[in-house]
Structures are given as C-alpha cells and as structure tokens.
C-alpha cells in the first residue's frame, strides 16, 4: 500500500507550483509587451488623458482637455489616472523619460495582470489551471496596449473587485463585515477610474439588498454604500463648487452626439477619415472647443445631449443600425474601424479574440452549471458594463476592462476538453468557498 500523502504538503505544493506559475506568467507577458526607451519622444499633449495630466502637474487644476484651445474647467474625465499620471510627470518630466514611464508602467500593470490570472480564475470558480493557459493565450494573442488611457488600470481594478465581491457573497454575517469594508473601498476607487462600472456595481448592490435585506443593512450598508460615497465626495464637491451641479464624468453629452449624428460612422476611425470627427468634437478643431469656453463644460454637454437626443429621435432605423454594428465590433473588434475584422497586421490577436470570444458562451454555460454566484458576478459584467458602448462610436480599448473575462471563460472548454483527454483533474484547483462543485469534469 503506499503511504497517504498529508493535504498540507499538496497544499503547500499547489501554492509553489501557483507562485511558480504566477511569476512565469508575468516574466514571459514583461518581454511579450517590451518597450524601448527612444530619446526623441516626448508625452503627447494633443490627447485627453495626458493633457489633463499635464495640466494638473503645471497649475494643479483640473482643466483643458481639449487641444485646439485652452476651455477651462473640466470633468471630462474620472480623476484617478489623469492624478496618477500627473505624479508620474511630477517625478519624469514630459520628454522622453516621461513617456518611458508611461509604457513601462502600461506594460508592468498588464504583466501584473496576467500574472493573477490563475488566482482570478481560481477565485472566480474556474480553477488556477485555466487561468494559467489563459495567460499563456493571452501573451501569444498580446492584445494592444494603449499606454495613456485609464484601460489596463480599470482592468486589473475590475478583476480584483470581482474577485472580492465573489469572496464576499460567500461570507457569513459577522466575516461578510470585515470584506465588505474593503470591497466598499475597490468599489469607491472603481468609481474614480472607470465611472461606466459604476452600473454593475448598483446591480451587485441590489443583488445583495434583495438577498440579505435586514442582514445587509446592519452588515453592509456602510461599508458598500457609505464608504464608497465618502471616497468619491472629494471629486463630487468640487465639481460642485466649480460647476455647480453634481457631476462625476460630464462627458456623455458630447460622445452621444458626435457619435449619432448625420454624418456619424460606426468607429472613431471611420470618423476621423472621413472628416466628420473633425466638425462634431472639440479636439478636431477650434469651433466646437469655442462653444466648451464660452458655455462652459456641463452646459456645451447638455446642449449636445439634447441634440444628440434630437437626431436619434429623427432616425431610429439608422440609430439601431449604427448600434448594431458597435455591437458587433466590440465584441468582435476591428483594426481599422472598418467591417473587415481580421485586418493586416495583428491577425493572430484578433482570430485569438474572435476564437475565445465564442468560447466564452460555453465557458459561461460551464461555470453557471458548476458555480453560480461566480458565473453571476461574470455576467454582470460581461452584459452590463459594455451597454453604453453600443451607443458611442468603436475605439477598441473600451473593451480592455473586461477582455480578462472573456480570457478566462473562453479557456474553460479548452481546458474542460484537454482534461477529458487526459483522463486528469485540474490539480491545482480550489473551489470558492460555497461553490457546488468543481468546475472540471471528475473522471
């Protein structure tokens, strides 16, 4: 007979081997998005996210968005990275070391998030297995990294915060208390980054008010309700003081607007090509930048809410068309903002996509039969958070926030298949506490 081995020692293994893994995973992803120091580069000031940036380090305002002209106070963007890159500027300067620490900060945050991916994948009732073959698939597909956006940072805040919330729907009264103080803080940080989750996250809260009605109230409603609030209160009045109104991000006016309109194609790229982007946006000329200083800020966008409203109203078969085909590119995305999908120049990212996008449906299907509260948490987001995408013109890295996903999920019939083949369990799998049951196949 051979000797038990003791669970202590195979859990000890599985967290070596998931470290090993862990540390694989983020090494290999650092030199799959290498990025090379050139001396003659410099941050570009003509985009949004460093131009507020800048500002904020010269004048310690938050103000000027737009490049044609200088408009004043803004809102236009959520405050957390424009912050966050300010500092980095603060320190590096807006030259060639400046948008150095821009990519490698971009390409050390995604490697960071690859890394995780066997302990996002094990927490969200996948196992730690799939998560490491959908990292090796992510750095083959190596999805485009745009360095002066909020995206890869959203992501990795967007993967912790449901893994947190995943931990939390499984706690008892007197722990749920301890986790929901620091699921009410990622929550309240999500908010300052990426305002659009800010959906899926009411959806949690109503999912949880409905679930433990009284037991929320004396557990949770500070933590979840009260301390997000708090966290956000700083940004809120000032906009208030300066604007006079309650804003968190005033920007949905302008993009309804200039993405339905009578010249409005599906994509920004088809609208900059085609010249349209240049007569309905601020940054494409001074025009529409004169209204945004004369107006101010909150009433150019209700002025181009109202318009957008207007059109929409005008032409509803071309309104559902133009949301058709966003929706279609969001999850299918295209390299150049046209129709034809696959591109030139990153096929193998885009069929990678494409394949694991797909896949996805099943891997839900999978993981709801297996774990339900992760497959929930999945869905919230994955049908949630792209909504007001559908509306607005296709930039591809709208999509990056949630891309983790579709990873993860996609990878779950390709892992379910290897193992039926091997005749082997995921070895390294752990359930979240209070899932049903593995979510591999027992053979």
């Known amino acids: ?89 603060n320190t590096f300067g807006e030259k060639a070391a400046g948008i150095y620490a821009f990519k490698l900060m971009a390409a050390v945050i995604v490697a960071i998030q690859v890394a995780l991916f066997p302990i996002f994948s094990s927490r969200l009732g996948m196992g730690q297995l799939n998560g490491f073959v959908g990292g090796c698939i992510w750095i083959l597909a190596k999805p485009t990294l745009v360095f002066s956006w909020e995206a890869y940072y959203a992501a990795l805040l967007i993967a912790v915060t449901c893994c947190v919330f995943r931990w939390y ?8 208390r301890k986790v929901a103080w620091m699921l009410g803080g990622l929550m309240g940080l999500s908010i300052l980054t990426i305002p659009t989750f800010a959906l899926v996250l009411a959806a949690w809260l109503a999912w949880e008010i409905w679930q433990r009605k009284l037991t929320f109230i004396k557990t949770s409603l500070l933590p979840l309700a009260l301390l997000p609030a708090f966290i956000i209160s700083p940004w809120v009045i000032r906009n208030y003081f300066v604007f006079h109104r309650i804003i968190i991000r005033d920007n949905a006016g302008l993009e309804l607007s200039e993405s339905n309109n009578d010249c409005a194609q599906f994509s920004l790229r088809r609208n900059m090509d085609s010249g349209c982007f240049a007569h309905v946006d601020p940054n494409g000329g001074a025009i529409e930048a004169r209204k945004v200083l004369e107006l101010g800020e909150p009433k150019y966008n209700d002025l181009r809410l109202r318009e957008a409203f207007h059109w929409i109203s005008s032409h509803p078969a071309r309104f559902l068309k133009l949301t058709g085909m966003r929706f279609i590119a969001f999850w299918f995305p295209t390299e150049n903002g046209t129709v034809h999908y696959t591109g030139s120049g990153r096929r193998l990212e885009r069929v990678l996509i494409y394949l694991l996008t797909l896949l996805s449906l099943n891997g839900l299907v999978i993981l709801y039969r297996r774990d339900f509260k992760s497959a929930a948490v999945c869905m919230s987001c994955l049908t949630l958070y792209p909504l007001i995408y559908y509306l607005v013109q296709f930039v591809d890295r709208y999509r990056y926030p949630i891309m983790w996903l579709t990873f993860l999920l996609g990878t779950i019939p390709i892992t379910r298949y290897a193992n039926s083949k091997l005749l082997v369990d995921d070895p390294s799998f752990e359930r979240p506490p209070g899932a049903s049951k593995d979510i591999t196949p027992q053979v």
């Open 1 to 89: 007979m051979l000797p038990s081995i003791p669970v202590t020692f195979v859990s000890a293994r599985r967290r070596r081997f998931c470290a090993l893994a862990c540390a694989g995973l983020f090494l290999a992803c650092l030199f799959r998005y290498s990025v090379s120091y050139d001396p003659n580069d410099s941050v570009r000031r003509k985009e949004e996210m460093p131009r507020v940036a800048i500002n904020l380090h010269e004048t310690g305002q938050f103000a000027n968005p737009f490049f044609p002209l200088d408009t004043g106070p803004t809102a236009h963007l959520a405050p957390a990275i424009p912050v966050f890159l300010a500092l980095v500027i």
């Open 169 to 176: 729907l499984d706690c008892e009264a007197h722990g749920a």
